[in-house]
């Protein structure tokens, strides 16, 4: 299964790679003979989803190398480190942009009306990027991969900068504005490194050992409920592997049992929450005596605290 994904992710990568290849090399080309500024920074964005891509593609190669004493959980989370490495990379680009389209207004040089050509290049890249935005989204969600949903979230964020260069050149050509071309450049910078701290803090989520969907917590909690002979599970914590759960909690027992029932009470709890909350890399039961309390429990959450941090929130 784990092999497949890996495959999957580099189909995505590669077709990825080549696609935006092409539009960069078209864009900064026909940005250069047409003098649109705004189109050439366009098309170093795209020379940037080439790095993004490539970055993608050599995670997916490393993702499935067996555990060892220095990674015991493999190595799936590359993904994650990819995702960020990817976020400094379109974050150097967009400042680099930002600087020289902020230099060449303070400046004011001389700058002249973009031919037709920046138009058609420009169009056609809406195209393209929108089928690479539904290739990398349907794939990403189908397989749970971060890399690929911010490969995707990046793809629908070019589409909507290579729209303003459309209503950049709009500006130019009916209000003879050239200088807005440059304005446009100067907003496809910022939107740029925008995205790019999007993504940094969504990876940062999975490297801090969180979860944003709090519901895999309820889930959690409803499949110890529907489990004969186990009580308040408590001290849960969950964290991302890839596109897969780590679950590690507590429950308690009658403790008159044998060992080996409370075992069993454990192993089915286990199954429960398999089957609850699907995709599971690891799921770790301890159990403790029906009514045990220990004072120093420091992390780890239970339904009441659940319901207490949602109550509390504004």
């Known amino acids: 299964m784990q092999e497949n994904r890996s495959r999957t992710i580099k189909r995505a990568s590669i077709i990825g790679i080549i696609g935006n290849a092409l539009l960069s090399a078209a864009k900064i ?3 250069l003979l047409s003098g649109s500024y705004a189109v050439i920074s366009d ?3 795209s020379a940037s989803d080439v790095l993004t891509f490539a970055v993608t593609y050599y995670a997916s190669c490393i993702i499935n190398r067996p555990p060892n004493y220095k990674y015991p959980y493999g190595y ?3 993904e994650a480190v990819a995702s960020k490495v990817l976020s400094f990379i379109i974050f150097f680009v967009g400042a680099q942009l930002f600087y020289s389209s902020l ?4 400046h004011n040089e001389p700058h002249q009306i973009p031919s037709m050509a920046a138009l058609y290049v420009t169009i056609a890249s809406v195209l393209v990027k929108g089928g690479l935005y539904l290739y990398n989204a349907i794939t990403g969600k189908r397989i749970r991969s971060g890399m690929l ?10 589409i909507l900068i290579s729209g303003s260069v459309l209503v950049g050149l709009f500006f130019t050509y009916y209000l003879n504005l050239p200088l807005f071309d440059l304005l446009t450049a100067l907003a496809i910078s910022i ?8 993504i940094f803090m969504q990876s940062s989520v999975e490297l801090m050992d969180g979860v944003e969907d709090a519901s895999v917590y309820y889930q959690v909690f409803e499949a110890v409920e529907q489990t004969r002979g186990a009580y308040h599970p408590h001290r849960l914590r969950v964290r991302k592997h890839a596109d897969q759960y780590v679950i590690a909690l507590d429950i308690e027992v009658d403790p008159e049992i044998k060992i080996a029932n409370a075992h069993k009470i454990a192993k089915q709890v286990e199954e429960n929450i398999k089957q609850k909350v699907g995709k599971t890399f690891d799921v770790m039961v301890h ?3 029906l009514g045990n309390i220990e004072t120093d ?3 780890g959450l239970s339904r009441e605290k659940m319901e207490n941090e949602n109550n509390d929130t504004p």
């Open 29 to 31: 080309v026909f940005g």
């Open 43 to 45: 098309g170093l964005d």
């Open 76 to 78: 799936q989370r590359a």
């Open 103 to 106: 230099m060449r207004i303070i």
């Open 149 to 158: 949903l911010a490969n995707a979230k990046n793809m629908r964020n070019d």
């Open 191 to 198: 939107w740029i490194m925008k995205d790019a701290f999007s």
């Open 287 to 289: 159990t403790e005596p």
């Open 297 to 299: 429990e420091q992390f």
